[in-house]
């Protein structure tokens, strides 16, 4: 076990798997010599060399095809996006592309990719830096989609996306780039599609995801020691594979699911959560499915308003327990 | 204008121009007629008129090199020696089509034969093609990928971008240009703030302005080898602009009436298969084999389309198969166990 | 009243609104002189000139983005986007500048404009040319979204789109445009953000958009006269604003709700439904809420394939009968 | 290079002109020590070095013209006359904030002041401006839109779709290319297949090359004059390059180490400012003058600090407001009554 920060994991993780496959391959806006510019990728373009470690012009739609068609012949390429937003740019390429290629030509290409991206809100950059965009990507068949919360998990996940044969959009979440935390020695490879229960509870069943999985947590303990309010949270690490069983089952045991997103309103992955339980755990439900949001709004840049937009400790705490103290 | 001059292709490989020609247009007359009789559904986009430039640059390739081409791409997938039948069949939209009928006319690819795909949303292939390059040019297997589109397809961003990052990388791509003097219905000189979409824009990414006679196989043959020998080599990619026409409508059942007659009238009377075939007799080849090849031709067309017309409805079994890698589409996690 | 296709209704619409406001301009990919490729805009060219009616080159960038910087300087500008699959080619122009420029201006801008498409399946187009792309632009904060059902719809929501002081995304379902209906004489205009009650029922909810409003309707019926299930059936017709007010005033009296989507299934624009009724409208819930959608596949081209894609009246009398009949 | 005889700034405007640059350096020297303060919240670019061309141009528009700038956009905001205090007080997040604390430095904007935007998504503003210009030539009102970016965004598409649609409807739209050689950390020169990102790109929508020297603001003026010109006449888009240098690092905390020392000192010792005051002095203008204009801009930029120290938090109740143009945020439709 290192302690290492979710960072640092970022680029361990890849150089895991660079040194493992020499097949993967790294391309993005100054992520060679620079290192990228969160210091993401450093150290890789010195250890793997320039045509391992490739910097590009600014050029999202060249960057994300040309890892569709180095991953369409033979290699695994993992494609940075610098932030997450940009993926607007070249949604096509992601979407109507990558996402179908398999599938219209009846499984005759593989696309085993990575688009790699810093997604979510917390520098106070403003609306179009800061986005939460994996929901975007859950509405795309054909799209694996991961948001780690921990250290251990971006290397575990990483590697696990690179190694996948299908396309994977990885989301590394901005405001967890300081984040400490143990990762395992050696090899770390953790499967896409299981969620982690990251605290047991027997009330309700938090369903958060990357940044939102610490604030669940201290919400969590908090609502249990001044609350009495004992809930599971639950890391759902990824959105596809979704890892149904586990919400289903949680649900099963305390009948009360709330969730937690950073993503506007309308469409949210929760609202898929929400309608799964609505349907399939409908009859262990006691209580209307409560979904904590950022409000349906672009996000803004000052600090006191972006605090308010996205989900805080403060709020998960008070709407799950005016909810909680309602349905008693 | 590139001339002929630099490379002609042997008398062989002439003739394998002209078989490629024949098959592609025979089989999109056939598929034309067959549309309107309601068994090719959805969309076609014919090539008929512009053969002379899949064949051209087919006859340069490797077969492990790449094909990229557009929702027009019927012939560039019959030049690389994709067989007809199936084909036919996922124009017909059934089980044995060359996509189990999941992509239809605007997606055909057989990988078997080099052919990457076929891209219906303008662009997007040409940062795809630059990738398998790129690809190619890591392993170091000196193979190269032909990008194919069309003149509208130059005003679009992704255009841009890969034709900068190819030249950057040195990319072993060539991109070639089918200038056929409109995108859709409307003519591209009155959205283009250049003459020659294509290589007007050559030198914006440090490359050679490349303009070619797309009628003409051995033209278009010619500046194909020079392209990919300069792939190959290393150094880089190629933008070629090929004028030529298509005779018929944009797609389906477009009559393409919003062209002058006599335009039209001039590029029949320029039918790359004529004269192609006029060269061949005043350059060698004998008239008993270039029957043959027109007759066997048709007689593949014939044997495609009783493939076609007796092949099975997709199963709906298929519906929710290879979306993955491992064959299915499920969404959900791995069942807890 | 005057018959109309679905398809003369789009011309005939904007026909109405460029008569009345001279700072409406359409512009688009064969919109002028040849009509569109769908024969959506004939005639406009014709009686409105091409300063009014400009074609453009394959360009959907700059398209949305002129119409942007159009509608902030005074016009109404109304842009074809030529199928909807290709917003992706332009989302960041929708989704990072028409739909938060408002926003992070503090009001400054004000983007009056109509982005028109032709939405959906039916015409075994396949994967790239067939989608419905009306839950990617709900889950952005700041895009309007429109997606009538009849020629009447057409008239009334283009010009209330039109004259919308917001950016509207104007879904036209390819499936309808040869579907006819009586339209009104003269000005017609019908607010965003009502639905309407296509057919009353007591015994379930069944909501709707689009080219499924007919067919839920038809299933209706068929569940009447077969199966004695007396559906009440909701046409959203816009998805923002979202009428959640006719959505649970049925659930309330129904206390059973199903949506019928023609997206795949992961968070199209039912999972909302589900989650907000999941919410506010849990306890009048008597089972659990059952959604209908495309599997969570790119769609194929096959005409035997797309039609077991997307929901047909036979799938949702039956998938409305075994869940009404389980329930009971 | 266009040289500065076309059109010279009379002495008023040169002052107007030295007055800008002035601003604009202050300004950003001091925000940038409130940066390390922590009172500049989230991220700035600055545009120290580069003031000459925001100053060059500005002088030539007229009040209704339209500015389309970049995240790097101060110095064009506060060219066209937008207070500093609101811009400070954006900066620091606060509800007094030009853009009440939502924008933040990357999206400055005063419609009131032309100011149309400030964009932060590489590419995005040309189209957008290209659109403005087009409104304009509909309702002939021969303003112009001037639209400022950086070399790296040649190479995205959009770039290369604002250039061709803007050229072939001729729209009344200057762009200014800023090269500072830098995409962020990368150099443009690694990653562009041609030497003069824009310029030598002009010729690919049939528009004239025009390469200026950006820290010369007379050049800029010059430029800039015929290319305004040219656009009122209904003459069409310019694409203009102007070279200059960033003398810090791309954003923030960047210390810009990625540059070598001596490129760097090199464009210092081209900073337009000291150069301009040169030639100022040189050609008429008197030093009072010219001192009083500089403590002019101390004194403002002191105001708008204590503009933006004493500038209240932003309203929790605005965050949501302004989403739709009723000033609220409701998704819901209108209650039923
Ligand atoms: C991004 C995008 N915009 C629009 C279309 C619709 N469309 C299909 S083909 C076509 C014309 C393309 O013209 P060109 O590139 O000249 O190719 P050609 O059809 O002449 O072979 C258009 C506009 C599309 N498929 N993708
Ligand atoms: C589409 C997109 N890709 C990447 C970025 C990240 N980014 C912000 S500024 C920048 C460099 C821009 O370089 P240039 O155009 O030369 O402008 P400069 O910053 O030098 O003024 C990059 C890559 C972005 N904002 N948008
Ligand atoms: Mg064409
Ligand atoms: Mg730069």
Not at chain 1, 106 to 135: C, K, M, W, Y
Request: aromatic share 6%; hydrophobic share 45%.
């Amino acid at each position: 076990m290192a302690e290492l920060t979710y960072r640092a994991a970022i680029a361990h993780a890849i150089a895991q798997e660079m040194d493992r496959d020499p097949n993967v391959v790294l391309i993005g806006e100054d992520v060679g010599a620079a290192g990228g510019v969160f210091k993401l990728t450093e150290g890789l373009y010195e250890r793997f060399g320039g045509d391992r470690v490739r910097d590009t012009p600014i050029s999202e739609q060249a960057i994300v095809g040309a890892a569709m068609g180095a991953a369409m012949t033979g290699l695994r390429p993992v494609a940075e996006l610098m932030f997450s937003d940009f993926f607007a740019v070249t949604w096509d390429m992601v979407a109507n592309q990558i996402a179908k290629s398999r599938y219209m030509t009846d499984g005759q290409v593989t696309i085993p990719l990575v688009l790699r991206t810093a997604n979510g809100a917390g520098l106070r950059f403003g609306a179009q830096h800061s986005q939460s965009i994996e929901s975007w990507a859950m509405a795309i068949p054909g799209l694996k989609v991961v948001a780690p919360s921990t250290p251990a998990d971006v290397v575990g996940l990483m590697a696990a996306a690179i190694r996948d044969d299908d396309p994977v959009i990885f989301c590394e979440h901005k405001a967890l780039f300081a984040a400490k935390g143990e990762v395992p020695d050696g090899e770390h490879v953790v499967p896409l599609g299981r969620a982690a229960i990251v605290r047991d509870g027997r009330d309700c069943t938090v369903v958060a995801l990357a940044a939102m999985v610490p604030k669940a947590v201290a919400a969590a303990e908090r609502l249990a020691a001044d609350h009495g309010i004992d809930a599971e949270v639950i890391d759902l690490r990824t959105l596809v594979p979704l890892d149904v069983d586990t919400v289903l089952a949680s649900v099963e045991k305390t009948s009360r699911i709330f969730t937690v997103e950073e993503n506007p309103r309308l469409l949210g992955w929760g609202a898929e959560i929400a309608a799964i339980v609505a349907d399939e755990g409908f009859w262990s439900l006691d209580a209307p499915i409560g979904r904590i949001t950022t409000p349906h709004i672009p996000l803004p840049s000052a600090s006191t308003l972006e605090d308010l937009a996205v989900p805080s400790e403060d709020r998960i705490v008070s709407e799950i327990r005016r909810r909680m103290e309602a349905a008693r | 204008m590139v001339d002929a001059v630099a490379a002609t292709p042997d008398l062989d490989t002439a003739l394998r121009i002209y078989r490629t020609m024949v098959e592609c247009r025979d089989f999109e007359t056939r598929a034309q007629e067959l549309y309107f009789e309601g068994l090719v559904r959805g969309t076609t986009h014919l090539g008929v008129g512009q053969e002379a430039v899949a064949a051209g640059v087919a006859a340069v390739m490797r077969p492990d090199d790449w094909t990229f081409c557009t929702y027009r791409g019927h012939n560039h997938t019959l030049a690389r020696g994709t067989p007809m039948g199936p084909i036919l069949a996922e124009l017909f939209g059934r089980g044995t089509g060359l996509l189990g009928g999941k992509g239809g006319s605007m997606h055909l690819t057989s990988v078997e034969h080099g052919v990457m795909g076929s891209y219906a949303i303008v662009g997007a292939h040409l940062p795809i093609a630059l990738g398998a390059a790129w690809s190619a040019q890591y392993r170091g297997t000196e193979q190269v990928a032909a990008c194919f589109f069309g003149d509208g397809t130059t005003n679009i961003g992704a255009f841009h971008e890969a034709l900068n990052m190819a030249a950057v990388w040195k990319a072993p791509v060539v991109f070639v240009c089918e200038n056929n003097r409109y995108m859709e219905y409307t003519p591209i000189a009155s959205v283009t703030a250049v003459p020659r979409p294509a290589a007007d824009r050559a030198a914006a990414y440090g490359l050679e302005a490349i303009v070619v006679d797309g009628n003409d196989p051995d033209a278009v043959y010619a500046a194909a080898s020079t392209a990919f020998d300069r792939a190959r080599a290393g150094e880089g990619p190629s933008l070629m602009e090929a004028l030529t026409y298509r005779h018929g409508g944009h797609s389906r059942a477009d009559p393409g009436k919003y062209r002058p007659d006599d335009e039209v009238a001039a590029w029949k009377a320029r039918d790359p298969i004529p004269h192609y075939r006029e060269r061949l007799l005043a350059t060698g080849a004998d008239a008993a084999t270039l029957d043959a090849i027109e007759a066997e031709s048709k007689a593949k067309v014939a044997d495609a389309e009783r493939f076609a017309r007796e092949a099975p409805e997709p199963d709906p079994s298929v519906l929710e198969t290879q979306v993955w890698a491992d064959g299915g589409s499920s969404w959900r996690g791995p069942a807890h166990g």
